[in-house]
């Protein structure tokens, strides 16, 4: 791993600088990042650092601080990428798959269970009007079969 310096002014210059540092990286390399301030940060202020990155999208450890040569320094470790998210890609896709067809499965008996009433009452009225349109029925195929029917 190469040192490098990266300068910055203010603490809004530094998720600028991270992305910075992120772009020159490997997907899975670590950079130890030394930060130079005039005090010591708090624990707030560290765990508002930490929770930040996290919340930036950087994969990074908690910060340490400490006195080096008599300059208050705040180091942490920034990883690219989550080295556990290249083992999930591969199984987001099966997961996906098995996930939708337990949905599928899942709605399939709402459904049904909704539907059984209605099929149901629907064979219900099926019989129904077929016995209320019996007697008409079978005047008008009489009247068909003495029209168009030859008598014997």
């Not at 930060?35 to 930036?56: K, R």
């Not at 998210?85 to 899942?106: C, K, M, N, S, W």
Request: glycine share 8%; proline share 6%.
């Amino acid at each position: 791993m190469a040192n490098g310096e990266i300068v910055g002014y203010s603490a809004a210059e530094l998720a600028a600088d991270l992305d910075l540092v992120e772009s020159t990286m490997e997907v899975g390399e670590k950079a130890c990042l030394t930060i130079c301030t005039e005090d010591l940060p708090t624990e707030d202020e560290l765990e508002d650092l930490y929770l930040g990155m996290l919340v930036s999208g950087f994969h990074d450890y908690r910060p340490t601080t400490q006195v080096i040569d008599g300059i208050p320094t705040t180091q942490l470790v920034l990883q690219k990428g989550s080295p556990s998210f290249a083992i999930i890609v591969p199984l987001l896709v099966p997961l996906f798959t098995i996930g939708l067809i337990a949905f599928g499965l899942v709605r399939i008996e709402a459904i049904s269970k909704a539907l059984l009433p209605l099929m149901i009452v629907g064979a219900v009225g099926l019989v129904a009007v077929a016995l209320i349109v019996r007697k008409p029925a079978e005047r008008i195929a009489e009247r068909a079969a003495e029209r168009y029917l030859p008598k014997a």
